[in-house]
Nanobody, 122 residues
Framework: QVQLVETGGGLVQTGGSLRLSCAASGRTFSSYAMGWFRQAPGKEREFVAS????????YYADSVTDRFTISRDNAKNTVYLQMNSLKPEDTAVYYCAAGDMPYWHTLSRGSWGQGTQVTVSP
């Protein structure tokens, strides 16, 4: 399995931006689909975005479409989540996931990072 480490979380005001990074170990990173999930206090973990191995196919939750952008750099074994126009409801722990396919129900069965906290103040 691939090992994943998320960075880039923090505190930001409403309307601000953050970029999360997820560094993966292993020589087969480019063969994995990657995704981002989040979990807010008292809520279940939910899908945010995913990207296929090539980087050409991306998928987003309705709640983040047009605000978040997922991308990957296979040369750096890293996947990114650019988050713009942040809202208080985006506050959550954000997790990186790796799997065989870029769909949330398959990614959720793959490898996970430890998470990074994102807090958006009103």
């Amino acid at each position: 399995q691939v090992q994943l480490v998320e960075t880039g979380g923090g505190l930001v005001q409403t309307g601000g931006s953050l970029r999360l990074s997820c560094a993966a170990s292993g020589r087969t990173f480019s063969s994995y689909a990657m995704g981002w999930f989040r979990q807010a206090p008292g809520k279940e973990r939910e899908f945010v975005a995913s990207i296929d191995w090539s980087g050409f196919k991306t998928y987003y939750a309705d709640s983040v479409t047009d605000r978040f952008t997922i991308s990957r750099d296979n040369a750096k074994n890293t996947v990114y989540l650019q988050m713009n126009s942040l809202k208080p409801e985006d506050t959550a722990v954000y997790y990186c996931a790796a799997g065989d396919m870029p769909y949330w129900h398959t990614l959720s069965r793959g490898s996970w990072g430890q998470g990074t906290q994102v807090t958006v103040s009103p």
